[in-house]
């Protein structure tokens, strides 16, 4: 075991995930890029004020975890492409998030498996085992020791309701958060326009809402109920960040 918490094997295998990533990001990042903004031809509605937010962030030099409402199967690649440009992705790799996406989902079939590589993703299998599933998490929480930026959804998987359901908020966002001191956690909660319900993609031309918030969540419980009192927290934030999106206040 590494002095960081993880296995030299692990280190290593991220290290080389990361460069592999990095050498082939500006194909990645420009072909997401021209998807979201090519094919889908979707529009941000406010892009300088998110993106101001999240370089002030990315200065102070702290741990960074990113959670976000999740009503799309890329909401990943849309919160990216909100919070920074291909170009500053470019200069900063590291502000590029970490994510940790269903294998079942994304990590499939090989072609996936390359894909969640290059995109800078790790696979988990929720409900697997829990010794692979604690692997997964330690790996990530590392790379957020090591100045990387990570996402995560709190609910696990896509509101079926459309909405925030804080009770579905998953402990494992709080794990994550409890095991880095001083973690900042980048609300985002995220919309379009014509976006109702769940669905696999956004709808074409859309264009897209975006609110923040920044909080330090803590809790003085103990393990699991302790990691559960984060992730709620968490939950709770975006719920309110839903509210304001809705009611149409500042």
């Not at 997964?136 to 990530?140: K, M, P, V």
């Not at 930026?149 to 896509?158: A, T």
């Not at 709080?174 to 409890?178: D, L, S, Y």
């Given at each position: 075991?590494?002095?960081g918490g993880i296995p030299r094997r692990a280190r290593v295998s991220l290290a080389l995930q990361r460069?592999?990533?990095?050498?082939?990001?500006?194909?990645?990042?420009?072909g997401a890029y021209a998807f979201v903004r090519g094919w889908l031809r979707l529009t941000l509605a406010d892009p300088g004020e998110p993106r101001r937010v999240y370089r002030a962030l990315r200065r102070e030099r702290v741990p960074l975890l990113i959670c976000a409402n999740h009503l799309t199967m890329i909401d990943s690649a849309l919160i990216a492409w909100a919070l920074a440009t291909p170009a500053a992705y470019l200069r900063d790799f590291a502000a590029l998030p970490w994510?940790?996406?269903e294998q079942t989902l994304f990590a499939s079939t090989w072609p996936r498996r390359v894909l969640a590589y290059v995109f800078k993703c790790l696979p988990i299998v929720r409900g697997g085992s829990r010794i692979a599933v604690a692997d997964?998490?330690?790996?990530?929480v590392h790379l957020l020791e090591s100045g990387e930026?990570?996402?995560?959804?709190?609910?696990?998987?896509?509101s079926r309701s459309g909405r925030v359901e804080v009770s579905r908020a998953a402990y494992g966002v709080?794990?994550?958060?409890?095991g880095l001191p001083g973690c900042h956690v980048l609300c985002v909660y995220l919309r379009g326009e014509a976006q109702h319900a769940y669905t696999n993609l956004p709808a074409r031309g859309d264009r897209l809402h975006v609110r923040l918030a920044t909080i330090e969540p803590k809790s003085d419980h103990p393990g699991l109920r302790g990691s559960r009192d984060i992730a709620r927290q968490i939950a709770g934030r975006?719920?309110?960040l839903?509210?304001?999106?809705f009611d149409g206040s500042a």
């Open positions: 075991m590494s002095a460069a592999v990533a990095r050498l082939v990001s500006p194909v990645t990042t420009l994510n940790l996406p997964t998490i330690d790996r990530f930026v990570g996402l995560l959804f709190p609910e696990g998987g896509r709080g794990r994550v958060v409890k975006l719920a309110e839903e509210a304001d999106h």
